[in-house]
């Protein structure tokens, strides 16, 4: 028997109780803790046997009561760099799961407590044909990724992802019926004929009474109430709205999408239909394309819907990452913020402490990118191409952004 973790009523800046109680379902059937773990570290399921999800990740528990960071969670404690000072919970993922599942009341050992929570990617049947994606989340993009790859500008591989993956995701082994929180993640899962698929089989295996549903959707289309009546029978809904900017930005980047005033409107459709939902959520993904409109977007919420949640990502790796920006690039960007926090209605010190957290972060993690003039390069020669596949002009939608690339050679309009 391992030794068990002595609490002392802090985190240790350690352990996270996810590997104690949750699992994540990747497209490629893979398995991890959360979504915030290493992917090159997932343990691939060949075969669903026994103790799969409750044995796999034994070694990252013995780590974490050791007090070793495994490199594999490097993406919280980084995060956690940029929690605002007299904060109590860190600013992660691991910060939410220890007071969500109250590490406070733990004392942990070696084994699997039990799965209480798990994050589906159901398929990836989707509507959009965002820019920053690809096709394995989205099945409309496999022509454009083999496009991309036939004009040299891209060297991934397009990705299919079998329709019948929810018998998969049924046969896992699971206790449905022990199940307190469930992430419904797509493609769309709005757009798939296996969401309803995947509602039916909770209702009918699971306890719904006691089960929370989270779905993050894009939130471009409205389902038939016949399913809606079906998820006001679970515990709560948490319906996450992913829209990436309070402008025209966001109708580029999610191609596809109508107006952001439309698909926010849509959102409180869901809101008002949804008798079991308590939290308005949005969550917007930045990259190089829409990030000059990070500033704007906070004051937005926070003028116009202070009761909504606004979290928010930043597109880690690839070309179209804000991390292989050049420094001339981040200056200019920088700029675009500050300048939008000095006009007179700017909403305060939380909205300019959420500014100033991005700056630190962005600052750092373009700092320690190794190869800017490369992927950069790539940046200016994918968005003309991009442009050219979907009839579309960046000058149209971001002027800004398409003003300050005029400037740089490797940008051919």
């Not at 996810?18 to 691939?44: E, Q």
């Not at 000072?85 to 969500?100: L, V």
């Not at 937005?300 to 597109?315: D, G, I, K, M, T």
Request: proline letters at 5%; charged letters at 25%; hydrophobic letters at 35%.
């Amino acid at each position: 028997m391992a030794k068990l973790y002595d609490y002392n009523g802090k985190d240790d800046g350690t352990v996270c109780m996810m590997p104690w109680v949750f699992t994540t379902v990747t497209m490629k059937n893979t398995i991890r803790p959360c979504c915030a773990f290493n992917l090159d570290n997932a343990v691939d399921i060949k075969e669903i046997k026994p103790g799969i999800i409750e044995d796999s990740f034994k070694w990252l528990r013995k780590d974490m009561l050791a007090g070793k960071k495994a490199e594999a969670c490097k993406s919280c404690y980084e995060n956690e760099k940029f929690t605002p000072p007299g904060d109590i919970q860190p600013k992660s993922m691991r910060g939410q799961a220890n007071t969500d599942y109250r590490l406070d009341l733990q004392n942990l050992d070696e084994e699997f407590i039990g799965l209480k929570g798990i994050e589906l990617s159901l398929d990836n049947i989707c509507n959009l044909q965002c820019k920053m994606c690809d096709s394995m989340f989205s099945s409309k993009l496999y022509a454009r990724d083999q496009h991309l790859i036939d004009i040299g500008i891209q060297s991934r591989k397009p990705t299919k992802v079998p329709k019948q993956r929810i018998e998969f995701i049924k046969a896992l082994g699971v206790d449905w019926t022990a199940l307190e929180h469930i992430k419904i993640l797509g493609g769309e899962p709005f757009f798939s004929p296996n969401f309803e698929k995947l509602v039916d089989h909770l209702l009918e295996e699971g306890t719904p009474d006691n089960l929370v549903l989270e779905i993050v959707s894009n939130c471009t289309n409205k389902i038939d109430t016949r399913i809606i009546d079906k998820l006001n029978l679970f515990k709560e809904v948490i319906l996450t709205c992913s829209l990436d900017g309070i402008n025209d930005y966001n109708s580029y980047q999610r191609w596809g999408s109508p107006g952001w005033e439309e698909t926010l409107g849509i959102y409180e459709w869901y809101q008002i239909m949804l008798t079991n939902t308590k939290k308005r959520h949005v969550h917007s993904t930045y990259s190089l394309l829409n990030i000059n409109g990070f500033a704007a977007d906070a004051k937005w919420f926070a003028l116009n819907e202070p009761e909504y949640r606004v979290s928010f990502q930043f597109v880690k790796e690839g070309d179209q990452s804000p991390y292989i920006a050049p420094p001339m690039y981040i200056d200019w960007l920088i700029e675009q913020w500050e300048s939008e926090m000095d006009t007179d209605d700017w909403p305060g010190d939380d909205c300019t402490a959420r500014v100033e957290n991005a700056i630190a972060k962005l600052e750092t993690f373009n700092h320690h990118h190794k190869n800017h003039g490369g992927d950069w390069r790539d940046f200016c020669q994918k968005i003309p191409a991009l442009d050219k596949y979907y009839d579309s002009k960046l000058v149209d939608y971001n002027p800004d952004l398409h003003e300050y690339l005029m400037s740089d050679p490797q940008y051919e309009v």
